[in-house]
DNA sequence: TCGTAGAGTGTTTTT
DNA sequence: CACTCTACGA
């Protein structure tokens, strides 16, 4: 693929001529072209660091002051709620503009908009609750039940998979490929799936998105509509897209319409789970797009830092081409550790931290970054035993956690009692006498019925049946007190009324979960407040309500927006059902202690986007990083590299790479070798903190083997005279597991072999011992390949 | 209905 | 190792 220059340089004004005052100020040339590109589609090359965030929000800024654009004529679509609203704060501090007109948000946030004003035509119930993905699990997991299909063969998991990558693709159950029984099955799951939650009126996040590219599809009014109405849309992490949301953007992209694309082919790290990079080309081929711009000029980090992530990222091949420059100095090297083990690792990077924040650098300016969560239990291990506050991100979320999910379970039963998912989570939480056998006669009932739980309490008879009739009476009570209280106090109401309280006030480790409910109390206040809930505010667009705004003359028979106000206090939606929205669609913090200084932890992938002073990568190992299981994938190895290139990135001053020779995994400890990323790097940046051990790859375990056989094992290796780190118990005798014993041969890591079927191979990983030894073996055209040593007849190349 | 022992499992993840 | 899920007995 190769870029093309702007065809016609842009007459740009020299930006440093800009008055004071005006936004365009302080831009570099390039993103001043950015910010004031003519109205035509145009793709943005942002690397990282280099203000692409900026430069979309500024752009919007100058559209608005210079009157180009109305605030409803605008889309700012992204892919995370903190980007959005990171966008919605710069933008309402640089210009006097009512933002809750506008239509910056979220892929997902846009599309929950869109279907709540068009509900009707989108063959929605108003009150149409969102899926997050462990609802969406759990309903697959009924549907497979209901289908009496064997849970072996139809994982629910890969189930729920396989139909989130059908929408994402676009595809309905009619459109998949059938090409055998399991598919054919699949399908059928699918089909079923679908008419669940037809029947239920929810909707999962990959439905967000195809009911509304459908929509737009098939109703001609409708999209001419909205394509008449954006006259810009503003794309941020286009590399991200997947084919639904690439597809859902041509539909809104009418011929008047320029859209600003911005993206970095070099930081895509999520194809695994569907982003197609390749819409960078497409679209600059099906928009025939002009002008596109690289935002190369890096405003993050220093110079090593950026030639080590330049010189990285240079290995891989189908690039847009870019390079990262500054212009301030190369600052300091990026330092590199070889540890003996994890453990000593982590006690590494405390002791380092610790320097660090000694020398007078804020906790949260530290991060410690890994390729995978199970890694960070021993540098948490570590920094709790040393007392350093830190944070962990990822795990549960607020509105996951099991306490919370019980509460609005029952809130949504109280706005849509046919939600069968909600239903079955309390129908017996707390307990209420409903067991399984219950359970499985109303189930049976409702799916004979085609109705649901709620409408099928009826036909089961006995107690159970009577306890159901009580669960049924309880939640219409709910209802009926709450009609009419603010949100705040129908969440008061609930908890009380449904034991939930009381349940976790008798539960030993309940007070935690307490608190959580109490917290959902204030979220919801806090909700109301922001989203001006509390008065006669409504949930939907001002723009699309308003008379004189853009919606005003549609047709009505395409109802551009399908009214229907509660009949007593004419709200168009409930406080309540918004917030049930907001709950699924913002998943909320992981962590109330967010205000705390404290070191940063993360993976990799959830560090894009943000930035330290220092950076630690972490568990630099071939199996670890780059990954094992990405060696099976197309392209695995390039975005294994990706994702190298974002985490050197992250850092602005200070960046220290590191990687341990022994590893607590599964239970197991393995042996690993450093990763090839290290070959990938310029040695004119890198400072190597521990001596280096030669000749990598047969490296590590000859000096083992050395250093075991001085007596002194591996702490001999870490470099004497360096920080006493008291590294704990002896490394676990690795002749017991040596690699060198494995299968009686003396096989080591980057050793060649030679395999009577794969031909010629290098030895990338070995572990375990005995007859279950085995070994990565990285074969050239068959690829890597996990070989088990006891079977596999393996002949060492000299 | 509920608690617990044993098996199974084990990249990355926002919405 | 640490966690989740299932099956079984009280």
Same mark, same amino acid.
């Given at each position: 693929?190769?870029?093309?220059?702007?065809?016609?340089?842009?007459?740009?004004?020299?930006?440093?001529?800009?008055?004071?005052?005006?936004?365009?100020?302080?831009?570099?040339?390039?993103?001043?072209?950015?910010?004031?590109?003519?109205?035509?589609?145009?793709?943005?090359?942002?690397?990282?660091?280099?203000?692409?965030?900026?430069?979309?929000?500024?752009?919007?800024?100058?559209?608005?002051?210079?009157?180009?654009?109305?605030?409803?004529?605008?889309?700012?679509?992204?892919?995370?709620?903190?980007?959005?609203?990171?966008?919605?704060?710069?933008?309402?501090?640089?210009?006097?503009?009512?933002?809750?007109?506008?239509?910056?948000?979220?892929?997902?946030?846009?599309?929950?908009?869109?279907?709540?004003?068009?509900?009707?035509?989108?063959?929605?119930?108003?009150?149409?609750?969102?899926?997050?993905?462990?609802?969406?699990l759990?309903?697959v997991k009924r549907v497979i039940k209901g289908m009496n299909l064997d849970e072996e063969r139809f994982v629910p998991k890969q189930v729920s998979w396989f139909?989130?990558?059908?929408?994402?693709?676009?595809?309905?159950?009619?459109?998949?490929?059938?090409?055998d029984g399991q598919t054919q099955k699949l399908v059928e799951i699918y089909?079923a799936y679908?008419?669940?939650?037809?029947?239920?009126?929810?909707?999962?996040?990959?439905?967000?998105?195809?009911?509304?590219?459908?929509?737009?599809?098939?109703?001609?009014?409708?999209?001419?509509?909205?394509?008449?109405?954006?006259?810009?849309?503003?794309?941020?992490?286009?590399?991200?897209?997947?084919?639904?949301?690439?597809?859902?953007?041509?539909?809104?992209?009418?011929?008047?319409?320029?859209?600003?694309?911005?993206?970095?082919?070099?930081?895509?790290?999520?194809?695994?789970?569907?982003?197609?990079?390749?819409?960078?080309?497409?679209?600059?081929?099906?928009?025939?797009?002009?002008?596109?711009?690289?935002?190369?000029?890096?405003?993050?980090?220093?110079?090593?830092?950026?030639?080590?992530?330049?010189?990285?990222?240079?290995?891989?091949?189908?690039?847009?081409?870019?390079?990262?420059?500054?212009?301030?100095?190369?600052?300091?090297?990026?330092?590199?550790?070889?540890?003996?083990?994890?453990?000593?690792?982590?006690?590494?990077?405390?002791?380092?931290?610790?320097? /660090?924040?000694?020398?007078?650098?804020?906790?949260?300016?530290? %991060?410690?970054?890994?390729?995978?969560? %199970?890694?960070?239990?021993?540098?948490?291990?570590?920094?709790?035993?040393?007392?350093?506050?830190?944070?962990?991100?990822?795990?549960?979320?607020?509105?996951?956690?099991?306490?919370?999910?019980?509460?609005?379970?029952?809130?949504?039963?109280?706005?849509?009692?046919?939600?069968?998912?909600?239903?079955?989570?309390?129908?017996?939480?707390?307990?209420?006498?409903?067991?399984?056998?219950?359970?499985?006669?109303?189930?049976?009932?409702?799916?004979?019925?085609?109705?649901?739980?709620?409408?099928?309490?009826?036909?089961?008879?006995?107690?159970?049946?009577?306890?159901?009739?009580?669960?049924?009476?309880?939640?219409?009570?709910?209802?009926?007190?709450?009609?009419?209280?603010?949100?705040?106090?129908?969440?008061?109401?609930?908890?009380?009324?449904?034991?939930?309280?009381?349940?976790?006030?008798?539960?030993?480790?309940?007070?935690?979960?307490?608190?959580?409910?109490?917290?959902?109390?204030?979220?919801?206040?806090?909700?109301?407040?922001?989203?001006?809930?509390?008065?006669?505010?409504?949930?939907?667009?001002?723009?699309?309500?308003?008379?004189?705004?853009?919606?005003?003359? /549609?047709?009505?028979?395409?109802?551009?927006?399908?009214?229907?106000?509660?009949?007593?206090?004419?709200?168009?939606?409930?406080?309540?059902? %918004?917030?049930?929205?907001?709950?699924?669609?913002?998943?909320?913090?992981?962590?109330?202690?967010?205000?705390?200084?404290?070191?940063?932890?993360?993976?990799?992938?959830?560090?894009?986007?943000?930035?330290?002073?220092?950076?630690?990568?972490?568990? /630099?190992?071939?199996?670890?990083?780059?990954?094992?299981?990405?060696?099976?994938?197309?392209?695995?190895?390039?975005?294994?590299?990706?994702?190298?290139?974002?985490?050197?990135?992250?850092?602005?001053?200070?960046?220290?790479?590191?990687?341990?020779?022994?590893?607590?995994?599964?239970?197991?400890?393995?042996?690993?070798?450093?990763?090839?990323?290290?070959?990938?790097?310029?040695?004119?940046?890198?400072?190597?903190?521990?001596?280096?051990?030669?000749?990598?790859?047969?490296?590590?375990?000859?000096?083992?083997?050395?250093?075991?056989?001085?007596?002194?094992?591996?702490?001999?290796?870490?470099?004497?005279?360096?920080?006493?780190?008291?590294?704990? %118990?002896?490394?676990?005798?690795?002749?017991?597991?040596?690699?060198?014993?494995?299968?009686?041969?003396?096989?080591?890591?980057?050793?060649?072999?030679?395999?009577?079927?794969?031909?010629?191979?290098?030895?990338?990983?070995?572990?375990?011992?005995?007859?279950?030894?085995?070994?990565?073996?990285?074969?050239?055209?068959?690829?890597?390949?996990?070989?088990?040593?006891?079977?596999?007849?393996?002949?060492?190349?000299?």
């Open positions: 693929m190769e870029i093309h220059p702007p065809s016609a340089p842009a007459p740009v004004s020299d930006p440093s001529s800009v008055p004071a005052g005006s936004l365009l100020r302080g831009l570099n040339p390039e993103q001043y072209e950015a910010v004031t590109l003519p109205h035509v589609p145009a793709l943005i090359l942002a690397g990282a660091g280099s203000g692409k965030t900026r430069v979309l929000t500024t752009r919007i800024a100058w559209l608005l002051q210079t009157g180009q654009m109305s605030p409803g004529g605008v889309m700012a679509v992204t892919f995370t709620n903190k980007a959005a609203k990171e966008m919605l704060t710069r933008l309402s501090a640089m210009l006097p503009v009512n933002v809750r007109g506008m239509w910056i948000g979220t892929f997902h946030g846009l599309c929950n908009r869109f279907l709540r004003a068009h509900w009707k035509v989108a063959g929605l119930p108003q009150a149409f609750q969102i899926l997050d993905s462990s609802d969406q759990s309903a139909i989130a990558g059908a929408k994402e693709d676009g595809k309905r159950p009619g459109d998949v490929a059938i090409h089909q679908e008419d669940q939650c037809q029947r239920e009126g929810v909707v999962d996040f990959a439905e967000l998105m195809l009911r509304t590219y459908e929509l737009m599809r098939d109703n001609a009014p409708l999209r001419e509509h909205y394509q008449r109405r954006f006259g810009h849309i503003l794309v941020d992490e286009f590399q991200d897209t997947n084919r639904l949301q690439y597809a859902w953007l041509k539909m809104f992209a009418g011929p008047q319409c320029s859209v600003l694309a911005v993206g970095d082919d070099d930081q895509s790290i999520y194809a695994f789970r569907g982003a197609q990079v390749g819409n960078m080309a497409d679209f600059e081929r099906e928009f025939r797009v002009q002008h596109i711009i690289k935002l190369e000029r890096n405003y993050r980090s220093c110079g090593n830092i950026l030639d080590a992530a330049n010189h990285l990222i240079g290995h891989n091949s189908r690039r847009l081409g870019k390079n990262l420059r500054t212009e301030a100095g190369p600052g300091e090297p990026v330092r590199v550790q070889e540890s003996a083990s994890d453990y000593s690792e982590a006690q590494w990077i405390l002791e380092e931290a610790q320097q /660090l924040h000694r020398q007078g650098m804020a906790r949260r300016e530290i %991060a410690i970054l890994y390729r995978s969560n %199970a890694q960070s239990r021993v540098i948490e291990s570590a920094l709790f035993n040393a007392g350093i506050p830190y944070r962990v991100y990822g795990g549960l979320r607020f509105f996951e956690r099991a306490e919370v999910k019980h509460a609005l379970a029952y809130l949504r039963l109280i706005e849509n009692c046919n939600d069968d998912t909600s239903y079955l989570r309390v129908v017996n939480f707390p307990t209420r006498g409903i067991g399984a056998r219950t359970l499985e006669q109303l189930q049976d009932a409702a799916r004979s019925s085609g109705r649901s739980l709620w409408q099928s309490v009826g036909a089961v008879g006995g107690k159970g049946g009577g306890n159901l009739v009580a669960f049924n009476q309880l939640i219409d009570s709910m209802r009926n007190e709450t009609r009419g209280l603010t949100l705040r106090e129908i969440i008061e109401v609930m908890l009380q009324r449904s034991g939930l309280v009381d349940f976790y006030r008798t539960e030993k480790e309940g007070a935690d979960r307490i608190e959580n409910l109490e917290e959902l109390v204030n979220a919801a206040e806090a909700f109301v407040t922001q989203e001006g809930f509390g008065k006669d505010a409504v949930a939907l667009p001002v723009d699309e309500l308003a008379p004189g705004s853009m919606a005003e003359g /549609l047709p009505r028979a395409v109802a551009a927006v399908d009214l229907k106000p509660d009949a007593e206090t004419g709200e168009i939606m409930s406080p309540l059902a %918004a917030f049930l929205t907001h709950a699924a669609l913002e998943a909320g913090d992981n962590q109330a202690q967010a205000g705390q200084d404290a070191i940063q932890l993360m993976t990799v992938h959830s560090a894009k986007g943000l930035e330290f002073d220092a950076v630690f990568i972490t568990g /630099l190992e071939e199996g670890l990083f780059p990954h094992e299981n990405s060696a099976n994938e197309p392209d695995g190895l390039e975005e294994e590299r990706r994702l190298m290139y974002v985490a050197i990135t992250r850092a602005r001053q200070r960046l220290y790479l590191s990687f341990s020779q022994t590893r607590m995994l599964h239970g197991q400890t393995r042996y690993h070798i450093k990763s090839r990323f290290f070959d990938e790097l310029p040695e004119t940046a890198l400072k190597w903190l521990t001596p280096r051990t030669q000749g990598f790859g047969s490296g590590f375990a000859r000096d083992y083997q050395a250093a075991w056989q001085r007596g002194s094992g591996l702490q001999s290796m870490v470099g004497a005279g360096q920080q006493p780190y008291r590294t704990p %118990a002896p490394p676990p005798p690795m002749p017991t597991r040596s690699p060198t014993e494995v299968g009686g041969q003396r096989f080591k890591a980057g050793m060649s072999v030679f395999h009577t079927k794969f031909g010629e191979g290098v030895i990338v990983t070995l572990e375990g011992s005995g007859t279950e030894a085995r070994a990565q073996v990285n074969f050239g055209r068959h690829g890597p390949k996990w070989l088990a040593l006891s079977v596999a007849k393996l002949t060492i190349v000299e």
